[in-house]
Each structure stands twice: as structure tokens, then as C-alpha cells.
């Protein structure tokens, strides 16, 4: 896959991607991270990008000509074209997958005060959002939708780290995890996690996932199918979480 990300900051994209598993990716062959500085295609005498925003108001507004020019220079025939916008669509694990198909991304990150709406119109653009919450720009946006991207490649994850398991993937919140030592400020691990009987660990996982779900963010139940098992164990986590509340 490769990915360009037109920008105004290309240092930030040099950095994160070429530390751990994005950086691994990369020079494995799995996927290219282009930072191109869209004001290097301005026209102006400047080469200046924003402009005030006719009609009024605060702030500045980046202006059509520098992007439409990088964006044709950089486009490919299969290239898919996102721009990063709180006004987008919400990203979520199922539209990474959707991305994580494609062979060429094109990343548009705005900053101040937005983007002129000519730039979204004319290149047909897919317009993501994080979340609902404002940042200063399109860039750290970027960089979460290139991550979360890029590990759904296949082969960019060892069996390992398969992302099969993760929350999100599976419907559920992941369980906890613990690692040595075995006592920790008066803290055990679970006894289970060492008994060496898989099927018991296995079987303590799910319940720990339904939980932690159950508890944190039941939401993500509406649409989980649960199986018989799970009606079971949710039974007992609600008999054992009303009883954890009367002894408090
Ligand atoms: Cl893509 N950009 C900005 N500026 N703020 C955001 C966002 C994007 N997604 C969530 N908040």
C-alpha cells in the first residue's frame, strides 16, 4: 500500500512512522508513508495557503489551488482520497478494514480553520473524522487512521500479534492481561492465568471480555450475538457484580 499524506507539517509523519511496527511495515515492504508538503505547490508568489474566509470571521481558510495541484501530481487511478475533517464520517475499526484494502490512500490534513469546501467537491473526497472532539488539525488525525491502517495489512502483524483478538475485532473489549511478577504491591495474578490448563484460561478470558464490556461500555452489546455460553456467563457476572456491591 502507499500512503501520501499531503500536509503542512511532514516532519510529524518522518517521526512517528518510522518507530515500531509502522517503521517495521515500511521497510519490510508492507506499505510506503509519503509525507508531501502541500505548500510547496503553491502558486503564490509567497507560497503562502490560507486566506481569510470570505464573509467574515475568524481564522484562516486553506485555499484550493496548492491541494488540487498535489493532489493531481501525487494521484494514481486506484488512489482513494480522504480528507481528515471534524465533518467527516466516524472512523471506527470497521472503516480501517475498509481501508486497509485499498492499494493507494491519499491523506488530506487540514489545519486552521478548515479547508475551502471546493477542495472536498472536485476531488470527490471521503471525509473521516476520529471522533467527536476539535484538534488544531488534520495531522494527528492522520497519524491514527495511518496506524490503525496499517497493522490490518496482512503480514504486518507476526501470528503473534494477530489482530483477530482485539477488542473491537471481535465485538468485545479485550480481557486483562498480567505478566510477571506474580505479587505486586499486594496484587496476585489470577491463579487461573497459571494453572497451565488452557481451556480454563481461555474459557476465563471470554468472561473477563463480557465484563469488562458489560461494565464499561454496553454499548458495544447491541450488536454482539451472544451464544449460549455467554448468556451463562453473563448470568454469573451480574450475580457476582451485584454481590461484589452489597459487600461494599
Ligand atoms: Cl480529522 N480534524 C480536526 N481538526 N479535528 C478533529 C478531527 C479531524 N477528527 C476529530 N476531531
Given at each position: 500500500m502507499k500512503i501520501d499524506v499531503l500536509t503542512l507539517f511532514p516532519e510529524l509523519f518522518e517521526a512517528f512512522s518510522a518507530e515500531s511496527i509502522?517503521?517495521?511495515a515500511q521497510n519490510a515492504g508492507y506499505v510506503t508513508i509519503n509525507p508531501v508538503d502541500f505548500r510547496s505547490y503553491s502558486t503564490d508568489k509567497h507560497n503562502s495557503v490560507d486566506?481569510?474566509?470570505?464573509?467574515?470571521?475568524a481564522g484562516m481558510v486553506i485555499g484550493p489551488q496548492p491541494l488540487i495541484d498535489a493532489v493531481a501530481d501525487v494521484r494514481t487511478e486506484e488512489a482513494s482520497i480522504i480528507l481528515l475533517s471534524p465533518q467527516g464520517r466516524k472512523f471506527s475499526q470497521e472503516v480501517a478494514q475498509e481501508l486497509a484494502e485499498k492499494e493507494h490512500l491519499i491523506l488530506i490534513c487540514g489545519h486552521y480553520e478548515g479547508i475551502d469546501e471546493r477542495v472536498s467537491m472536485l476531488l470527490?473526497?471521503?471525509?473521516?473524522?476520529?471522533?467527536?472532539?476539535?484538534?488544531?488539525?488534520?495531522e494527528p488525525a492522520a497519524l491514527v487512521v495511518i496506524d490503525a491502517v496499517t497493522r490490518l495489512i496482512p503480514g504486518v502483524l507476526g501470528n503473534r500479534e494477530s489482530a483477530s483478538a482485539d477488542s473491537f475485532s471481535t465485538g468485545l473489549l479485550e480481557h486483562p492481561h498480567y505478566t510477571r511478577p506474580r505479587e505486586f504491591m499486594g496484587n496476585s495474578v489470577p491463579d487461573v492465568l497459571l494453572s497451565g490448563n488452557h481451556k480454563e484460561i481461555e474459557l476465563w478470558r471470554h468472561k473477563e471480555s463480557l465484563r469488562r464490556t458489560f461494565k464499561r461500555r454496553p454499548d458495544l452489546l447491541n450488536s454482539y450475538s451472544f451464544s449460549e455460553q455467554d448468556r451463562s456467563l453473563i448470568r454469573q457476572i451480574v450475580a457476582e457484580e451485584f454481590d461484589r456491591l452489597?459487600?461494599?
Open positions: 509502522l517503521g517495521r486566506e481569510p474566509p470570505f464573509g467574515g470571521g470527490g473526497a471521503d471525509e473521516v473524522s476520529i471522533g467527536d472532539y476539535v484538534l488544531t488539525g488534520g452489597e459487600q461494599d
